[in-house]
């Protein structure tokens, strides 16, 4: 059974740095890219970075770029997204979610509903 689980939001103050996780099983993830996706209250769901499948090319919108990086460890089947600078705007539930490929057109054109699997989501909220 396809499991992926997200961990490590939580409340911030703004400028601060959160770590998050997402643990996979009941797939092949060095054969799926991941993507952190997050949706604000009242907003749809918005992709803003993942990781491919093949070479571990890592992509961002431009709204996190310098500030977010996500990597993968494939031994332990987690990815993560390391958030600094965090932002007020940054409030959102984060979910981690597994598709067959990502490019950075993908990413800009928000495919989410082309992600296979979801986890149940994380929140995160940085205050003021």
């Known amino acids: 059974q396809v499991h992926l689980v997200e961990s490590g939001g939580g409340l911030v103050q703004s400028g601060g740095s959160l770590r998050l996780s997402c643990a996979a099983s009941g797939f092949d993830l060095d054969a799926h890219a991941i993507g952190w996706v997050r949706q604000a209250p009242g907003n749809e769901r918005e992709g803003i970075s993942c990781?491919?499948?093949?070479?571990?090319?890592?992509f961002y919108k431009d709204f996190v770029k310098g500030r977010f990086a996500i990597s993968r460890d494939s031994a332990e089947k987690k990815v993560y997204l390391q958030m600094n600078s965090l932002k007020p705007e940054d409030t959102a539930v984060y979910y981690c979610?597994?598709?067959?490929?990502?490019?950075?057109?993908?990413?800009?054109?928000?495919?989410?509903?082309?992600?296979?699997?979801w986890g149940q989501g994380t929140q995160v909220t940085v205050s003021a």
């Open positions: 990781i491919s499948e093949t070479d571990g090319k890592t």
């Open positions: 979610a597994a598709t067959l490929y990502c490019t950075s057109a993908r990413l800009s054109q928000n495919l989410v509903d082309e992600y296979q699997y």
